[in-house]
């Protein structure tokens, strides 16, 4: 009976002390502090999104425009021209890389096949490479040995196809295609420049073409910070679109240190969203995971801009939810206060 009463006792005392104002205030903020360092990652990754959003608007600098003394649409160049014009060097070597990854079958996919052989064609004196699995895993483990676990745990297919795409890049340079791009004409006139991305809708820039030299100082960074953001984000899309996609890829473009040098094809003639005919391409929009991400996006700029467009009464709003839980907080302490002088008056 002694024994059942002391238990009860320690439990009672225990109890005030968790119901004690002071000590849930501390439970909360370990809480808290544990919670940031356990997503630490995930919440710096988020960080870096946001201020991609916040920021995208210094960055359009990097468009190529006419003082770069270039004709984004094209029409100045001749259709076969494989190289940069006379007067400048061909900076991106004459490579072609395709990606397959993952239980795809190419026979199933007629306009993959007749995209790639219109690349080819426009391109005959360049070398193509058309990399999957196996030949994947063999570049990876002679050059970049440390990512190979990374690579294998990825638990999206387009993953891995994203991180692909860095990886041959700074190690060959050239130009990545996605499998749905139908080249009109050549890339030649292209070359000229040491990075090409064409600008994506509504912040930051596509992953579906670019073009790079080798051991560009950018693509390593984008090689270098894979494993860092390699975080599950609960949605599948949020999940392939903050870890390797095109808003990671954005991310490390607005925090570059030179982001000039990095140069964006403008969105309204080159933006590959949907089905969609380009200068340089027929873009047949097959990729779903690139759709979603798009409509994705869409939400967060939306929310984004409403709340940068009504500031004003998000903070008058903010301030009243929270002066109400603070009257609420002290109300609830007082009353708590007043039943301990009770206790200790009986």
């Excluded at 690349?119 to 193509?128: G, L, R, V």
């Amino acid at each position: 009976m002694s024994i059942l009463m002391y238990l009860k006792t320690h439990l009672y005392y225990f109890l005030s002390i968790i119901r004690s104002s002071y000590i849930r205030t501390l439970i909360l903020i370990f809480v808290f502090i544990l919670f940031c360092f356990i997503f630490r990652y995930n919440i710096l990754t988020i960080y870096y999104i946001a201020q991609t959003y916040a920021t995208w608007y210094r960055f359009s600098d990097g468009l190529i425009t006419s003082k770069d003394n270039f004709d984004t649409t094209m029409s100045s160049y001749q259709l076969n021209q494989t190289s940069a014009d006379s007067n400048y060097t061909s900076l991106v070597p004459p490579i072609i890389h395709h990606i397959l990854i993952g239980n795809i079958d190419l026979n199933k996919r007629p306009t993959w096949i007749t995209a790639r052989q219109a690349c080819i064609e426009w391109h005959p004196n360049y070398e193509f490479k058309f990399w999957n699995n196996s030949s994947a895993e063999k570049l990876i483990q002679e050059e970049f040995p440390w990512f190979s676990e990374t690579w294998k745990n990825y638990p999206y297919a387009i993953q891995r196809a994203d991180s692909l795409r860095y990886l041959i890049l700074y190690h060959y340079g050239g130009i990545f295609l996605d499998m749905d791009l139908h080249c009109r004409r050549s890339l030649g006139p292209l070359r000229r420049f040491e990075f090409i991305s064409p600008a994506a809708y509504p912040v930051g820039i596509s992953n579906g073409f670019l073009m790079a030299s080798p051991r560009h100082p950018f693509i390593k960074v984008l090689v270098d910070q894979l494993p860092l953001f390699n975080r599950n984000f609960l949605l599948p899309y949020a999940t392939v679109m903050f870890s390797t996609g095109c808003m990671y890829i954005s991310a490390q473009y607005s925090l570059y240190k030179d982001p000039c040098r990095l140069k964006l094809l403008d969105y309204k003639q080159h933006g590959l969203s949907g089905r969609v005919s380009t200068p340089l391409f027929h873009h047949y929009g097959s990729s779903s995971w690139h759709s979603n991400d798009a409509s994705f996006i869409k939400i967060i700029a939306h929310t984004v801009r409403r709340l940068i467009r009504y500031q004003g009464s998000v903070l008058i709003i903010s301030l009243i939810i929270g002066t109400f839980f603070i009257i609420l907080y002290r109300r609830r302490s007082t009353k708590e206060l007043e039943e301990k002088e009770k206790i200790l008056l009986a």
